[in-house]
């Protein structure tokens, strides 16, 4: 048997498509199931221990002074890259293994029979869930087009998927705690469902490109997979290989400027440009995160740093959606299949939500 | 025997035109490779997700990369 092809895709992160199919028909063995509980304690307990061992390899084996700036620095280095690398490594495994379960075929078929509303709120919700990359964006697209999906219903799931992205997630759980994270995926996934309601609204139906229109009537080849629970473990393992094998360079380069920062920037120093009062620093937040292409992982390490410095939760929330949602390359991958007036509204749409998200938490926290 | 490999450039894309290529090779049949990027000429085989394997016109796999030994299995 030849060695399973690690997937590559898009910097993102996100899978971008299902690895080769396993025809075996083996259960999971006892001996697995413990081999896999036996790491899930192992994973647990040196989770626990990292925060100490970062205070005594900082202060104790370094002999650093406590609350220097390289102390600091280095304590945050030391704590936060194992932490994070552990977390990634943890979650990836498990949503690759339930990726399994959502194919692009079976979201497209499940979603045909969908009305609007109830249809936007599935779509979105399956956005985070079903493999996606941008490359991706327009095949996935022309594929919802046929079955009949509604457009705003397609939007919604075009504008969760990249947008709320596991990675941001887990990361922002790790380094700001539950409650950062839980913002960011209920405020990314009411954005993708309104936006897409509203998209929906106006009938923009005719500012597709005409030969997608055509499409209505094509054929499609669907080819089923059928994958055993050790299929399904074997994907878990191929996500973590080759999203945690392209993302950790970024982890650590993001957790190395976030260590700088905290260590040698003034606490104070990020209040004036990205504060609260600083009512402006919201749209130039989204208007300088559009061209930006940064995978969640690489920009997490650094929001954490500009907050723990004075800077507002919605500006910097603001900035990260717009960093990972609103990206020039998929606008133009997109532009092969909508004309030019419905990605304006598309980029229009997700914009406001945006700059409302970043207006009310700054209002509110 | 007609090989085409559909999909827009992404890695995933490249990745499965290698295996082919290695398939091909492997086996020694006699066959012509096409790479399809064209979004247009992808969605008229009825194909939307990439990457995908085409064979004599017949789609062997649909979003996702096929192993070489599954390739090979096509190609014999």
Redesign the interface.
Known sequence: MESIQPIKNQAEGANCCSAGPGTDKKKITARQLAAGLLGLAAWYIIYKELLPFSYFFSYGLLGLEKGSHLGEAIQFFVYDTPKVMMLLTLIVFVIGMLRSFFTQERTRKYLAGKRETAGNVIAAMLGIVTPFCSCSAVPLFLGFVQAGVPLGVTFSFLIAAPMVNEVAVILLYGLLGWKVAAIYLGTGLLIAIISGWIIGRFKLEHWIEDWVQELRSAEVEIIEEKLTWTDRIDRGYEAVRDIVGKVWIYVIAGIGVGAAIHGYVPETFMASVMGKDAWWSVPVAVVVGIPMYSNAAGIVPVVEALLGKGAALGTVLAFMMSVIALSLPEMVILRKVLKPKLIAVFIGVVGSGILFTGFLFNLII | MEIKVCG?????C??TQK?VEAAIAATSVDATLTKVTD??E???????????VVIDGE????????????VEGWLR
Do not use: D
Request: hydrophobic letters at 35%; proline letters at 9%; aromatic letters at 6%.
């Open positions: 827009p450039g992404c890695a995933s490249e990745k295996i979004f247009q992808i969605a008229k085989l009825g194909i939307f997700s990439t990457p995908a789609v062997k796999s649909v979003g996702n990369i096929p192993k070489q030994s599954q």
